[in-house]
């Protein structure tokens, strides 16, 4: 029964002091056969068709799905618009291109602020209105992004936007997946994260635009605010999110406030934490190491024209779109760790491919190939980080692992910037290669090491963790004090064992009452 898991004695252990236990009780095996065991589990059933899945979903479960999706698009979109226009901004404020770019680490170092606002709100409020305030937020900052007289204003307002992007994903990412079934979590946590890479693929093309137009940079802002709103509208229309319901029924059930919910993830799940923020900063390494200084890579050692470089990045962003659907779908059934493993080793084996390609057509391939790889492991991310999060923080958790790994990678690009610069190209007598009279820095082979080292610590950090995958939401509402979790039925068997309860304790007191009533006087004293 539902008490019965409420009024566990205190020694009882934790669910990850049980895990230990059972850890220590196991028979022992070889490290390889271990490190098996934790990456394969046999599929339940054979895959169903992608189709069916993505058009079977009811019409609520669409809509909660495409509003999270379009705001994580549209962030992406706005935050690649700097790092895509930093020349021409630079050019408008008579400042440095390194001027502006402090713009983009401000974002960035301000995203953890926005995950912990948003998802504290979201976790006690509500998914639907937090979300609704972060995307108006977002297409005012956007708006007055356009008008920006000074970098100094800009970066002031790109240090807003960071707040407002650092509580999008997070916040979208439960909403969607937790409003969805469980067949349709891989393939729609897929789909969710490539909204980053069509982001990114839109800004590209419209700054494209801009360029050949010989347009003003602003433009990029207004366009990226307009895209904002039709989110706001679709917003409007969004039902809160049946599980979250559940959780705050919980709250009232068990007569536990917020607070103590906090508490009580803080003390049983410290260790998971931890562990999301040190798997999620290599994830974001992963990403960032082999994104932001790619475009620079090529037109700065490689020499590709400003179209080149478009059609490439084009190419790159549409295999990571696929990639993150595809392994996104199939990780509901060989597993979300298999996924990620499987997708990171081969991001390795096609490091050289991706830098050291012969013609830029084997070069488009093997970037096209090495992005489907990179964000086919980070498709599986939403649905695997929502699956291990605590259930009465899984607004907070996912949102806020993931820009604290953002935070840790922010200066990716920086330090392969500067190590590549230290190391410039050379002629086969020594001298140094020269473009347009200066150095040309060796991008290429400290990507390719960048990226490796990385590879290998993402594999371990992966290896090493745990999965819940296609975990029932519903039946993870809240968690006892020893971090065992509660579901919809345990809520009901509760409320019943209350209610039979407190209808004993009435049924006693109106048998005190009548007995009072009833009582004749025995003895002179009494009379």
């Not at 698009?73 to 404020?93: G, H, N, P, R």
């Not at 084996?349 to 488009?364: C, D, E, G, Q």
């Not at 004993?504 to 025995?522: G, L």
Request: hydrophobic share 45%; charged share 15%; aromatic share 12%.
């Amino acid at each position: 029964m539902a008490t019965e898991k409420l009024d566990r004695s205190s020694e009882q252990p934790s669910v990850d002091q049980e895990d230990k236990v059972a850890a220590v009780s196991a028979p022992k095996q070889s490290l390889l056969r271990r490190a098996i065991g934790t990456i394969w589990t046999t599929p339940d059933e054979k895959p169903p068709n992608m189709w069916k899945i993505f058009v079977g979903i009811n019409n609520k479960q669409r809509l909660a799905f495409t509003a999270a999706f379009l705001g994580w698009t549209f962030d992406a979109y706005d935050f690649f618009c700097v790092s895509l226009a930093v020349t021409s901004i630079a050019k408008d404020f008579d400042v440095q291109p390194s001027d502006v770019t402090s713009a983009i680490t401000t974002t960035l170092m301000l995203r953890p602020i926005g995950a912990l606002l948003f998802g504290l709100a979201a976790d006690r409020w509500g998914r639907r209105w937090p979300l609704m305030i972060d995307i108006i937020l977002f297409s005012v900052i956007n708006m007055a992004s356009g008008f920006a007289p000074n970098l100094q204003t800009f970066i002031g307002l790109r240090a807003v936007f960071g707040i407002a992007m650092g509580g999008e994903w997070g916040l979208g990412a439960s909403l969607a997946l937790e409003s969805l079934p469980i067949e349709a979590r891989g393939l729609f946590s897929g789909i969710y994260q490539e909204g980053y890479a069509l982001g990114y693929l839109l800004a590209t093309l419209i700054n494209y635009a801009v360029e050949a137009t010989g347009s003003s940079w602003r433009i990029l802002f207004w366009v990226g605010a307009a895209f904002a709103l039709v989110a706001v509208f679709i917003r409007i229309f969004v039902p809160e999110s049946p599980t979250f319901e559940k959780t705050q029924e919980a709250r009232t059930v068990m007569g536990r406030s917020y607070f103590m919910d906090l508490w009580i993830m803080l003390k049983n799940h410290y260790l998971r934490t931890i562990y999301m923020i040190i798997l999620m900063a290599f994830f974001c390494f992963l990403a960032h190491g082999t994104q932001d200084l790619y475009p620079t890579f090529l037109k700065t050692q490689l020499g590709y024209s400003a179209e080149e470089q478009t059609v490439t990045s084009v190419v790159y962003n549409i295999g990571a779109i696929i990639g993150g659907i595809i392994i996104g779908f199939y990780s509901s059934y060989i597993g979300r760790k298999l996924s990620i493993v499987v997708s990171v080793f081969l991001v390795g084996a096609f490091i050289p491919l991706w830098t050291y390609a012969p013609t830029i057509h084997s070069l488009r391939f093997g970037a096209f190939v090495l992005q489907f790889f990179v964000q086919g492991a980070f498709g599986v991310v939403p649905a695997h980080l929502n699956e291990l999060s605590p259930p009465a923080f899984r607004a907070l958790m996912p949102g806020l692992s993931y820009q604290l790994g953002n935070l840790i990678s922010a200066a990716s690009s920086q330090i392969q910037a500067k190590i590549g610069e230290s190391i410039p190209l050379k002629n086969a007598d020594g001298s140094l290669q020269l473009r347009e009279g200066k150095p040309i820095a060796d991008y290429g082979r400290v990507q390719a090491i960048f990226t490796g080292v990385v590879v290998a610590c993402l594999l371990i950090a992966t290896l090493v963790g745990k999965e819940e995958r296609n975990k029932d939401f519903m039946q993870n509402v809240s968690e006892d004090a020893h971090g065992a979790a509660l579901g919809s039925n345990d809520l009901d068997d509760l409320r019943q064992e209350q209610g039979t309860s407190g209808h004993q304790k009435q049924e006693e007191s109106d048998v005190k009452e009548a007995t009072h009533i009833e009582r004749v006087p025995t003895n002179e004293a009494e009379k």
